[in-house]
């Protein structure tokens, strides 16, 4: 019986703490892309990184970008579990990088489309 106080009184501690842990409020809300727009519409170029997490039938799979911007270029890297590819806008010509391990008309690695037409 003691055993059981005992147990109980431990429980209730720890879901008390618990419960005003997380009732004291939370952290400072992060700034929406609303935001993030504001503060960087007058800058002349920028580098971003960010991670897209999906969950498809119970199987998590993480999406890696990072790139940067300025007034003549775009670029893009993707990485995901096993492929990586990278995108290049530069003037008129978007250059594409085939993902690891696949090669575009035999040895080619980069594929040049013109998006000016």
């Known amino acids: 019986m003691r055993k059981v106080s005992f147990i109980a009184a ?6 008390c703490s618990v419960f005003f842990a997380t009732a004291r409020g939370s952290a400072a809300p992060r700034p929406g892309i609303d935001v993030a727009l504001k503060r960087t519409a007058h800058v002349s170029s920028l580098r971003y990184a960010f991670r897209v997490h999906i969950h498809e039938y119970g199987v998590p799979l993480t999406l890696h970008v990072r790139g940067q911007s300025d007034s003549k270029t775009i670029s893009v890297h993707l990485e995901t579990a096993g492929m990586a590819a990278a995108e290049l806008l530069d003037g ?8 690891d391990g696949m090669a ?11 998006v000016a037409r």
């Open 10 to 15: 431990a429980m209730l501690v720890i879901a």
């Open 92 to 99: 008129p010509f978007l250059y594409e990088q085939a993902p």
């Open 104 to 114: 575009v008309y035999g040895k080619w690695r980069w594929l040049r489309v013109d």
